[in-house]
DNA sequence: CATATATGTCAACATGGCTGACTTAAAATT
DNA sequence: AATTTTAAGTCAGCCATGTTGACATATATG
């Protein structure tokens, strides 16, 4: 694959060869991704900015606000990073009173992390740009094309188990 | 909006106010992007490593592969981020020969940027995997899905410079 | 000729990843 | 009851990649 001869990847935009045209819409939809991402990010850090957080916090608002009292062990196979990364930001975020942590009562060991008033409200300011950005880009493409993000997005997950988390009941069963 | 008084976001699943069904599904958007990119980036970040590389020579690489003969500023525009930032990705891949520097010739000042044979290369490795879980996305989901892929994705990105990226001369004008 | 533009460079700093080593408390196992 | 495993936290240091600010050079443009 590494030392396929191929011309240079922009410039068979309407090329002839199949191969050239499959590698261009692929290279396509990693652009896309690459913008999509770039834009979807870009205004939620410039919020956070002023409170001397950054993207990682807003990760850690986001999961821990669509799963009160989420474990620390399951936020770190979420986020898919050390606990020592995670701890730095969580620590920021409970001693300035955006998280509450509270003992786990069937396994005392656990740590379990709700989000507090403050925490909520933080957290809807920070993705209110995020979901007015989507609910737009929905808007206009409609709804048949929402299901096509959805299942193309949901194929590019990797884990059967992050796959399972968009489960939805009425969806259509293919 | 910040004090809209929401339940937990994870809350309302089958909820009946069409608002918080709303909030949901534009939620779900939010982590399938995430979640989607976490899973984009993993492999190619993993064979970066090894070159001691790391994803922002894989940008460069990328959209010098997708761009032959491109100027240093059209990068950082597309990038979006600061020319020394830059410049020390960029100066280590001339240094290493995967990016050659040519002299413009309308406009002598421009740094024209072409990837070498080893560049095309080591761009080709690094994004196969990426290739190859978009290629399974796509044929998993279907002609119609990836067009609504390719729509939702495009709303979401916000300068028109960047969607006109995108442009595709067969498609439908809508 | 004066000014604006494209690029490069030096220095210092912040964020958020990482590894490795070690601790504590509680659960699970033997 | 003793041992081992698990959940969580901590300290220390490293690295990649972003930032700001100041300044330099060559070339294009008015």
Same mark, same amino acid.
């Given at each position: 694959m590494a030392d396929l001869k191929l011309p240079p990847h922009g410039a068979s935009k309407h090329g002839t060869n199949p191969l050239f045209l499959r590698d261009e819409e692929l290279r396509q939809a990693m652009e896309l991704l690459f913008f999509a991402y770039r834009d979807f990010t870009a205004e939620p850090d410039a919020i956070l900015a002023q409170y001397d957080f950054g993207r990682a916090h807003h990760r850690a608002l986001h999961f821990i606000g669509r799963h009160p009292e989420i474990t620390v062990s399951e936020l770190l196979r979420i986020l898919r990073i050390t606990k020592q990364s995670l701890n730095r930001v969580l620590g920021q975020l409970v001693a300035q009173g955006y998280v509450e942590q509270r003992q786990g009562?069937?396994? =005392? =060991?656990q740590r379990l992390l709700t989000l507090t008033g403050a925490g909520r409200t933080l957290e809807e300011q920070v993705s209110a740009d995020q979901r007015a950005r989507i609910a737009k880009a929905f808007r206009e493409a409609g709804a048949e094309s929402v299901e096509g993000f959805r299942k193309v997005l949901l194929g590019i997950i990797g884990g059967e188990e992050d796959r399972a988390r968009f489960d939805r009941p009425g969806a259509p069963r293919r």
């Open positions: 009562t069937r396994d =005392r =060991r």
